[in-house]
């Protein structure tokens, strides 16, 4: 009958079916202008209607997965509202956390540091992480960072005992302000057991990563504004020195490039950077898809919705794992970053720059990806006399020292066999590109490399352009793996 419950059950899902179908639309017209891969958005799509059609708490609104406290409800019916646009995830989610130690932060830092903790059945390193945290940062360093520790345990005895170990052996960071430790309490998780058992995860499984997806939203959204940037970390990770230093070198060098992510481990939810003011979008995006799979795997999804194509990865990295036993059931977890290195390592400056070349380019590697700190390179085909790389700083700078590496370790013979490098003054403009009229060479090129000290000392003036010259044709293509300018 047409007024009957049954009747308007299939109109009112006939009407949400519909309003999919037109947010599919929208993603269509979307990928024609957006550098979102189809796939990318296919996938959070197939999510979607997962989330959106299994789960009866959707389709019956009686039905409700988010539990209700008295200062903020977290329902299906926002985030479908919500979903059309990711950009208007931007306000913080209303929960109200419980602080264990802090001090009121008397200003925003420049680097947030997140760690979300439970009880292991083996093992704790979350002390021992803290302590590489400040141990490996420098007294100026430590102006510029706060921790903040969730301790996300529903387990009130744990969480006692950890605090007092936090504070006893913390103390003095905790009264500086550098150091908080929250807890958002267990009345505002969503529902954490009969969730969907997606790729055949066992029951404990799914909720234990579903409940840490949860962990992690709550604990990004607490940091939104504590400062401008923001990184994970896991509670077994050691730091390297200076850490601080190499991410401002990091992100100084791309001023001007778009980026959302930015990864300094390949390993898990481990040295993951992200602007701050993207950090409530993320906390509702877990939030949204928390029981769907783990949280590494969201962030690949969040990233793409953003338009960042490709990661973002730097190397060395910067954060190690650790620990032996995995906070889930205690199993052994003997991963390690092999691209991590401890001791202090001299990034280089890379002050921001227009790049240019008149080589071939093979495919997508293009110029900038020789100047990045990325694991990426240029890569041309053979070149040939008088052929140029060309390198022009947005202001003058002072030289400390340049190294150019050229080739890679599987493609030993694509290096540049005969070049030099120039550095140039008064910079004019041309229809291509910025460039200098006079130039000074510094020297040449040996077994395809070049590295040089102390230039600020052979160059009498400011640089603004370095441009690599090819002096003799070859018949190999040619790597420029890496460009690294240090300054004062």
Not at 37 to 49: P, T, Y
Not at 181 to 206: C, F, T, W
Not at 233 to 255: G, H, P, Q, Y
């Amino acid at each position: 009958m047409p007024g009957s419950p049954s009747h308007r059950e299939r109109m009112f899902k006939f009407h949400q079916m519909k309003q999919i179908f037109q947010i599919l639309d929208k993603m269509r017209y979307l990928r024609k202008r957006s550098v979102v891969s189809f796939l990318g958005v296919l996938v959070i799509f197939l999510l979607f209607m997962n989330l959106y059609i299994e789960d009866s708490y959707v389709l019956e609104g009686d039905k409700q997965l988010i539990r209700e406290t008295s200062t903020h409800q977290l329902n299906s019916e926002r985030y479908v509202h919500t979903f059309k646009d990711l950009s208007n995830f931007s306000g913080t989610i209303n929960v109200t956390y419980r602080y264990l130690a802090a001090t009121p932060l008397q200003r925003k830092r420049y680097l947030t540091i997140g760690l979300s903790s439970v009880k292991r059945k083996k093992g704790n390193y979350l002390l021992e992480t803290i302590r590489s945290i400040f141990e490996q940062s420098s007294y100026e360093e430590l102006k510029e960072i706060s921790v903040v520790v969730h301790l996300a345990d529903f387990n009130s005895s744990w969480r006692d005992g950890m605090v007092q170990d936090i504070t006893q052996k913390f103390a003095h960071h905790i009264i500086a302000g550098r150091l908080m430790v929250i807890h958002a309490p267990e009345e505002y998780y969503p529902i954490l057991d009969g969730l969907k058992r997606n790729y055949n995860d066992p029951v404990d499984r799914v909720k234990f990563r579903s409940k840490q997806n949860v962990d992690y939203a709550f604990l990004l959204n607490f940091c939104a504004n504590t400062s401008d940037y923001y990184v994970m970390l896991e509670d077994d990770v050691r730091c390297s020195k200076n850490f601080l230093t190499a991410i401002k070198k990091v992100i100084t060098s791309l001023e001007g490039t778009y980026w959302v992510t930015l990864e300094f481990s390949k390993l898990g939810y481990i040295g993951k950077l992200y602007h701050s003011h993207d950090l409530p979008r993320l906390a509702h995006f877990l939030l949204m898809f928390y029981q769907e799979m783990p949280c590494d795997w969201l962030l690949s999804h969040f990233r793409g919705l953003l338009a960042q194509k490709n990661v973002i990865r730097f190397k060395p990295s910067l954060f190690q794992h650790m620990g032996y036993y995995s906070s889930y059931k205690g199993t052994e977890n003997k991963l390690k970053d092999d691209d991590f290195e401890e001791e202090f390592f001299d990034i280089p400056d890379n002050p921001p720059a227009s790049l240019y070349t008149n080589m071939n380019v093979f495919e997508n590697y293009e110029a900038s990806k020789a100047y990045s700190s990325v694991d990426e390179y240029f890569w041309g085909k053979p070149p040939s006399t008088g052929d140029i790389f060309l390198i022009v700083f947005k202001t003058p700078i002072v030289i400390k020292k340049i190294k150019v590496n050229t080739g890679t370790e599987d493609r030993q013979n694509d290096i540049l066999h005969h070049g030099a490098l120039d550095v140039g003054e008064n910079v004019y403009i041309t229809k291509q590109t910025r460039q200098c009229g006079t130039y000074l060479r510094l020297g040449e090129f040996k077994n395809g490399n070049f590295e040089m000290s102390d230039v600020n000392q052979k160059i009498p003036f400011d640089i603004v352009c370095m441009r690599i010259r090819v002096t003799k044709t070859q018949k190999e293509w040619l790597i420029i793996r890496s460009i690294s300018i240090w300054t004062y």
